[in-house]
C-alpha cells in the first residue's frame, strides 16, 4: 500500500505520538507520612492549561514537542506540517490512538508520514504515556501563578530531557523486536 512512499526515502522512521493537558490545577501525587497523618501540600483548583503535543522514536530517544492552546483536528495538521518539515528527507510511520481529530476524513498528512493506530482503549501500548507520566511527576505538588510560569517550567523540565533518558522511558522490547524483524 504504501510501496511507493517506501522507495521514494532513504531512511525510516518509526516515532509514537500523544497529546497530554498540564494545567494549574496541582498534580498530586503520594508524600511520605507517618501513618494516619495526611500529606500536607500546597494545592490550588485553577483550571487554566494548555496542551503539548508530543512526538518520540523510542530507539533513538529523539523527541518533538510543541505547546497548543487546543486539541483539534486544525492543531493537529499544524503540528504535523512543522514536524514533517523538520525532517523532511525520511518516512515517518507514527504510532497513534484512536483520537477523533486523528483520523479525519478531510485531514491531509504530509506525504512523509504514514499513520499506525493502536487499538482503541489501550493507552499502556503507546510509550509516550510513559513519558507523560515521567513529565508530570517531574511537575508534581507545584503551584504556579499563571501559564506562563507552567511553560517556563515545563520548557526547563523538557530540555533537561536527553535522548538516552526519553529512550530509557519509551522504548519497550516489543518494539525494538518488531522494528528489526520488519528490517527498520
Request: glycine share 4%; charged share 25%.
Amino acid at each position: 500500500m504504501h510501496q511507493d512512499k517506501r522507495d521514494k526515502y532513504q531512511e525510516i522512521r518509526y516515532w509514537v505520538q500523544d497529546e497530554s493537558r498540564f494545567g494549574l490545577h496541582t498534580i498530586e501525587r503520594k508524600k511520605i507520612t507517618i501513618k494516619g497523618v495526611q500529606p500536607v501540600g500546597l494545592y490550588q483548583y485553577k483550571y487554566d492549561y494548555l496542551w503539548l503535543y508530543g512526538l518520540v522514536e523510542p530507539i533513538t530517544g529523539e523527541n518533538f514537542f510543541e505547546e497548543w492552546s487546543h486539541l483539534n483536528s486544525d492543531c493537529f495538521l499544524v503540528y504535523l506540517e512543522s514536524f514533517s518539515k523538520k525532517y523532511p528527507n525520511e518516512l515517518h510511520i507514527i504510532q497513534l490512538d484512536n483520537g477523533r481529530f486523528h483520523d479525519k476524513q478531510d485531514l491531509v498528512i504530509p506525504e512523509n508520514i504514514i499513520f499506525i493506530f493502536q487499538p482503541p482503549y489501550t493507552p499502556e501500548v503507546n510509550p509516550i504515556e510513559r513519558l507523560w507520566r515521567y513529565l508530570k511527576d517531574k511537575l508534581q505538588w507545584y503551584v504556579f501563578e499563571n501559564l506562563d510560569r507552567l511553560r517556563i517550567t515545563l520548557s526547563q523540565t523538557l530540555n533537561k530531557l536527553d535522548n538516552s533518558i526519553v529512550s530509557s522511558i519509551t522504548c519497550y522490547p516489543f518494539i525494538v523486536d518488531a522494528l528489526c524483524v520488519a528490517n527498520i
